[in-house]
């Protein structure tokens, strides 16, 4: 929630000379999905957006602020992070890049090192990597719990999030954790009882990994559907290192979103063509994997909605960029530039179910990104330039 001080701010801005402006709003613009505008101003108003449009038609404000002919597009919504951790995994990754594979197993040392830590270790390590995916121009974030795997530690891990945004994720189902080795069936009971009750006040989202050396299709309905009778939406980590149910789960279940998704049948694309549900794909966890890349543009035609996001964590992907995503996804998952820019911008709020980021558009947050290019296609055209020269979030700027 945006507080009261943000919300009774009337303070305006117009920013004008905007070579090309991303709105996500068909109906602006040249008609496309992008709805963008040329030689565009914005006009905000508190935290809102309250006018877009060619910037010769632009409504009169005190305070104006020169693009400079460059791009202005909507803050990335990264929809799914896991930034609530200790410690890395270097040697993990050194040893993957000589040829050993990535496999679930590694979420324990982890896990070990998250115990381990305190409350202002965990919290230190989360406002960085926070300010450096700011910095890149996110204005949104999703982050999870799963690297606790005990009452205390997942509930602690949710608190701590919950304290820097709205969009926070149980997944107490991350592993079925070391101290149920032999009991899975056990743990299971724990995530869908006395664990869900402490953590269901601090989330709005359950989340499973439904793997192979994590859990079934059959465990991973149990603990969706124990989440969403607490009141919690699902979000499923599905077919990331193999082929199985999770897709399909996630659908049957009206997920917000299927994450991951490199391992499709025709089966599951269909399903989730008919469906709600938003298919996440998150290119830094394949880069770090070494694995082959989720196929965007099989489920772009066949009309599934696809969203972009990092997957930040400290074994599979620790990238906190969006822009790195988006050169990523077009480069070798097939996407347009344009395509990559929407699904980290509307396709993470999709993905969050959410109308008020994601898009310029009056009555939207003004969460909003100033490129140091004329255009959001140098996302992927200029790959590793830091292009984000401003950031602002509901309404005030912040880089
Ligand atoms: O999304 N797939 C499961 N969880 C994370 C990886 C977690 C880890 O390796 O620490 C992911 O890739
Ligand atoms: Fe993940």
Redesign the pocket.
Known sequence: NVSPAHSASTASTLITNIAALVTNDPSSGDGSPLGLVQDAAIAIEGNRVVWTGDQSKAPATDNRVDAGGRAVLPGFVDS?S?LV?AGD?TQEFNARMSGRA?S?G??R??VAATRAASDEDLERNLTRYLAEALRQGTTTFETKS??GLTVEDEARALRIAAAHTDEVTY?GA??VSPDHADDPAGYVSLVTGEMLDACAPYARWIDV?C?KG?FDGDQARAILTAGKARGLHPRI?AN??SYGPGVQLAVELDAASA??CTHLTSEDVDALANSRTVATL?PG?EFS?RAEWPDARRLLDAGVTVALST?C?????FTSSVPFCVALAVRDMGMTPDEAVWSATAGGAAALRREDIGRLTPGAYADLILLDAPSHVHLAYRPGVPLVSGVWRRGMRVV
């Open positions: 799914h896991h951790f995994r990535y679930a590694g979420i040392t982890t799963g690297y997944l991350h592993i990994f793997e994590a980590h990331q290192l994450d991951h998150l966890a994997t997957d964590n400290p074994g599979s992907s």
